[in-house]
């Protein structure tokens, strides 16, 4: 019916902005009011009601109806025609015209009802139409009155008609049916609303969830890919520049491990509201995961506006932030990549940004990098090398050379330094300035630590067997081979394997492994110096607390940097580093070697102020194992030894 299609309750609007009912019945003209819906379909029932009377009359002329009631159905077609006239040109509805309404629909339902006698209980359905339409309609206190003029009128139309004395059960029944089923109705379609409106908030979660990231409520890539796509059709359209710019967290690692991931996750939070607060109304800040950013800057008419924006980024960085009780100091690396010119689609805009941060993340924390062409071919270059030392790994393509660390006493060679080497079957023996960065990037270096701890064990025995001795045999060891669970049960173990002392086995780190994380790092040392291991502290001096190091962590040895010898002793202020240095390890009563001596200047100045074990060209380079052999023991080969 034209009146269902266009029911919308009053209280279904009220509780849901597109309930089922809308949805289901709303299907007629926007234009046509509730009142005029109501008018039509009353004067298609009317009309309706008119043709059954007459075809009723003409079959049955003896029980027909007369001419006062065959009339009237026709008459109260003409004032509904006249009423939608009315109601179309005064759309304003006051409440005695509605009122007046639904008294004369009920009525007038109520006297054809009384007209047909038993048969007119054909048309109570137009009794549950007036009293539920005008309720769902126009609200409660309507179907209220609908309710009450509704049963007044069919109780007068079955008491008149007799079918109330006749069939009391039938007309009692009908008539509680007045009362009880609009509100059963409207229970209904109001329980249907709010499983509509459940499930439209469903699905708006679903949506949001699928294109925002948990976490942080940031868009997460999909919608980023989404943003980016138009925001370059548009710069396209205007000749305008957008810029992709890449985060990335620096060590976002260690402070889960060290912190936990609930607080990992508060800190990203944190990061996440200052990017937030830190960009234009029209840029966007996305996550793609992990410790990864991305911020979107649209319409960017210079390089300056770039920079601009980027240094504004940078306020969220370079600052301790709070997560529970504890302080982490956070900094990050950024690669910005710039439409047109390093891309013209998303995917090529965000790799190149990514490519970008990378060279920033090499350059060192809080680094930023403009993406251009040669990046390209420089990480196409590191994906090729970080293959090759997989297949290096694999193949066994590393040796070890050994330096030798002479002491100054006697000249008799009791240590040497393991010196990693590749063997690499196209470009010849690299050292590993050419490939160790990349190995500790990738982690390719734990493999590769365990190559050179066991073939340098391997060898030191070998030594032993022949009577040469027994050589302490120092092994540079990663922050990722520290870092690893099993690192000290796999050192016991291939002690084991070759029986060899872990007091004649040396381990050699750096300050920059300590800054990381000094207090984890503490502690795997403490444990490797409960078992015998001497652990050395390499490069001292280049870091930022050494002395703190020498207060709290368990070092045997101090090895001087090449970059304080170098230039002793023309240069007074290495001289007086190196002299405090000296002066400092024998205080504590740690062993004390020079790295990099070239020259018997530098040898002799370092033999006077106590340093007595030194390693350099002077000596000897990095040798392979059988020119080393040949040396072991023979002290007079050193100069001025």
Avoid at 245 to 251: M, R
Avoid at 296 to 322: H, K, N, P
């Amino acid at each position: 019916m034209t009146e269902f299609d266009d029911l919308d309750s009053h209280v279904v609007r009220e509780a849901a902005s597109k309930s089922l009912v809308e949805h289901i019945f709303f299907q007629a003209d926007k234009q046509i009011s509730h009142e005029q819906g109501q008018a039509l379909a009353r004067i298609v029932i009317v009309s309706l009601i008119s043709l059954f009377a007459m075809l009723h009359a003409a079959f049955d002329p003896h029980d027909g109806l007369s001419t006062a009631e065959l009339t009237l159905g026709p008459a109260y077609a003409l004032f509904s025609i006249v009423h939608y006239r009315w109601i179309s040109t005064t759309p304003f509805a006051p409440h005695w015209r509605r009122y007046m309404v639904i008294v004369l629909d009920l009525a007038f339902t109520g006297y054809v009802t009384y007209a047909f006698g038993l048969g007119g209980l054909g048309f109570y359905p137009v009794f549950l139409w007036i009293v539920i339409g005008n309720g769902l309609r126009f609200g409660p206190r309507y179907l209220r009155l609908a309710t009450l003029v509704g049963i007044t009128s069919f109780g007068i139309a079955t008491l008149l008609n007799g079918v109330l004395v006749a069939h009391p059960g039938v007309a009692i029944g009908l008539m509680l049916g007045l009362v009880l089923m609009p509100r059963l109705f409207l229970a209904m379609i109001n329980r249907l609303a709010d499983a509509n409106q459940l499930l439209a908030h469903k699905k708006e979660e679903a949506e949001y969830q699928a294109s925002h990231d948990v976490l942080t409520g940031l868009p997460n890539r999909a919608m980023l890919e989404d943003i980016l796509h138009r925001a370059i059709a548009q710069a396209e359209r205007e000749g305008t520049h957008l810029a992709v710019v890449f985060i990335d967290v620096d060590g976002f690692k260690s402070i889960n491990d060290n912190f936990g991931h609930a607080a990992g996750d508060l800190l990203l939070k944190q990061v996440a509201h200052c990017l937030s607060g830190s960009i234009r109304g029209s840029d966007t800040v996305a996550r793609l995961g992990g410790d990864e950013f991305i911020v979107l800057l649209e319409s960017c008419g210079d390089a300056a506006t770039v920079a601009a924006i980027v240094g504004q980024l940078f306020a969220c960085v370079g600052r301790y932030y709070r997560i529970g009780h504890q302080e982490t100091y956070v900094t990050w690396s950024c690669g910005v990549a710039v439409f047109p010119g390093d891309g013209r689609s998303a995917s090529t805009l965000i790799k190149n940004a990514d490519t970008a941060m990378y060279q920033a993340k090499a350059a060192g924390p809080n680094q930023y990098r403009l993406y251009d062409r040669a990046m390209s071919a420089e990480v196409a270059k590191q994906l090729e090398l970080r293959e090759s030392l997989r297949r290096g790994i694999d193949h066994a393509q590393f040796e070890v050379h050994y330096q030798p660390q002479v002491p100054l006493v006697d000249g008799r060679l009791r240590d040497v330094e393991a010196l990693v080497r590749w063997r690499h079957p196209e470009r010849g023996l690299l050292y590993p300035g050419e490939f160790i960065g990349t190995a500790e990037q990738t982690g390719l270096i734990v493999p590769i630590g365990y190559q050179v701890l066991e073939q340098a064990l391997a060898d030191a025995r070998r030594w032993r067997d022949r009577g040469l001795g027994e050589i302490r045999v120092h092994v540079n060891i990663s922050p990722h081979q520290l870092a690893d669970a099993g690192f000290t049960d796999q050192l016991g173990a291939l002690c084991g394997k070759y029986d060899w002392s872990p007091a004649r086995l040396g381990l050699e780190i750096t300050e920059s492994m300590l800054i990381a994380d000094m207090d984890s790092v503490g502690h795997v040392l403490a444990r490797l110096r409960s078992q015998g291991f001497i652990i050395s502290l390499d490069d001292f001096g280049t870091g930022f607390s050494s002395l703190a190091y020498l207060k709290s962590l368990p070092i045997d040895r101090l090895k001087i940097d090449r970059s304080f010898v170098r230039d002793i002793p023309e240069d007074a202020y290495d001289c007086t580093l190196v002299e405090a240095t000296l002066m400092i390890g024998k205080q504590l009563g740690l062993g004390l070697i020079a790295e990099g001596v070239e020259n018997n200047v530098q040898m002799d100045w370092l033999r006077e102020r106590g340093c007595d074990q030194m390693q350099g060209f002077l000596f000897a380079p990095g040798l392979p194992v059988d020119e080393l052999e040949r040396v072991i023991g023979s002290p007079n080969d050193w100069p001025h030894a």
